[in-house]
Nanobody
Framework: QVQLVESGGGLVQPGGSLTLSCAASGIIGRIYAMGWYRQAPGKQRELVASISRGGTTNYVDSVKGRFTISRDNAKNTVYLQMNSLKPEDTAVYYC?????????????WGQGTQVTVSS
C-alpha cells in the first residue's frame, strides 16, 4: 500500500519559517518526481514546488527565493523549507509523487497538512 505522509505544518507568524516533510512508503521514491501543492480556501490547488528524479527543481513565482524543495532518496522523503512566510501562504499543503509508466500516470497524494501564517 502506497502512503505519502506529510508533517510539519502548523501556525506561524508572518516572516517565520516552517519545514514540511513527506515520507513515502510502498514506493521507491527515487523513481518518482515529487512535488508540493497547496490549496487555500476558495482557491484552486496550485503546484508550489517540484523536484525531478535527477534533482531539478521548479517553483511557482510567488515562492521563489523563499521556499526550497529537496529530497533524501535514502529516506524516501521530500522536504519543503519555507522561509519569510506570508499570510497568503496559508493553505493546506499536499505532497505528491508522480511518474509515467507506458504513457499512463502513476500518481500518489498525501492527506495534506495545514499551514497557517497569522499574527
Amino acid at each position: 500500500q502506497v502512503q505519502l505522509v506529510e508533517s510539519g505544518g502548523g501556525l506561524v507568524q508572518p516572516g517565520g519559517s516552517l519545514t514540511l516533510s513527506c515520507a513515502a512508503s510502498g514506493i521507491i521514491g527515487r523513481i518518482y518526481a515529487m512535488g508540493w501543492y497547496r490549496q487555500a480556501p476558495g482557491k484552486q490547488r496550485e503546484l508550489v514546488a517540484s523536484i525531478s528524479r535527477g534533482g531539478t527543481t521548479n517553483y511557482v513565482d510567488s515562492v521563489k527565493g523563499r521556499f526550497t524543495i529537496s529530497r533524501d532518496n535514502a529516506k524516501n522523503t521530500v522536504y519543503l523549507q519555507m522561509n519569510s512566510l506570508k499570510p497568503e501562504d496559508t493553505a493546506v499543503y499536499y505532497c505528491t509523487a508522480a511518474r509515467t509508466v507506458w504513457g499512463q500516470p502513476d500518481d500518489y497524494w498525501g492527506q495534506g497538512t495545514q499551514v497557517t501564517v497569522s499574527s
